[in-house]
C-alpha cells in the first residue's frame, strides 16, 4: 500500500513540478528545453529528488541546475498550492543523463553495425 502512494506521489509531483517549472519559473537561467524526468519522494515524505532533463552543452545544464536549485522553495510553494499534502517536501533537483547515456550506446551501436556491414562486404 505504502509502496503504491509513493509512487502516485512521485507521478503527480512530476507533473505537477514540471507545469510550476514551465509557467511559473521566470528565470533567464532556466533554459526552455528541461523537462522533469522523474521524481523520488523518501518514504518520510519529507524529501523528493527530482531528475532534470536539460538540453544544451554542459555549461548551460549546469545553470539550470543551479537556477533550479535556488528557486526549489518558490518552486515547492506554488507546487503545494496544487498538491494537498500535510508536509510538502524539501525539493533537490539532480541533472538526468540517461539521455546523454542512450545516445552514446547508440552511437556505439551504431559504429558496431557499420563495421558488420563492412566485414561482410
Same mark, same amino acid.
Given at each position: 500500500? %505504502?509502496?503504491?502512494?509513493?509512487?502516485?506521489?512521485?507521478?503527480?509531483?512530476?507533473?505537477?513540478?514540471?507545469?510550476? &517549472?514551465?509557467?511559473?519559473?521566470?528565470?533567464?537561467?532556466?533554459?526552455?528545453?528541461?523537462? @522533469?524526468?522523474? @521524481?523520488? &519522494?523518501?518514504?518520510?515524505?519529507?524529501? %523528493?529528488?527530482?531528475?532534470?532533463? @536539460?538540453? #544544451?552543452?554542459?555549461?548551460?545544464?549546469?545553470?539550470?541546475?543551479?537556477?533550479?536549485?535556488?528557486?526549489? #522553495?518558490? &518552486? %515547492?510553494?506554488?507546487?503545494?498550492?496544487?498538491?494537498?499534502?500535510?508536509?510538502?517536501?524539501?525539493?533537490?533537483?539532480?541533472?538526468?543523463?540517461? @539521455?546523454?547515456?542512450? %545516445?552514446?550506446?547508440?552511437?556505439?551501436? #551504431?559504429?558496431?553495425?557499420?563495421?558488420?556491414?563492412?566485414?561482410?562486404?
Amino acid at each position: 500500500m %505504502a509502496k503504491n502512494r509513493v509512487a502516485r506521489l512521485n507521478s503527480l509531483l512530476k507533473e505537477v513540478i514540471s507545469e510550476v &517549472i514551465r509557467e511559473d519559473v521566470d528565470n533567464p537561467h532556466v533554459n526552455q528545453f528541461v523537462s @522533469v524526468t522523474q @521524481v523520488e &519522494i523518501t518514504s518520510d515524505l519529507h524529501h %523528493a529528488k527530482v531528475y532534470i532533463s @536539460v538540453i #544544451g552543452n554542459q555549461k548551460v545544464k549546469e545553470e539550470t541546475i543551479e537556477a533550479l536549485q535556488s528557486a526549489a #522553495g518558490f &518552486i %515547492a510553494v506554488h507546487s503545494s498550492k496544487k498538491v494537498v499534502m500535510r508536509y510538502f517536501p524539501n525539493l533537490t533537483f539532480k541533472l538526468d543523463t540517461s @539521455v546523454d547515456k542512450h %545516445a552514446r550506446i547508440d552511437a556505439v551501436l #551504431g559504429k558496431i553495425r557499420e563495421e558488420q556491414k563492412s566485414r561482410k562486404n
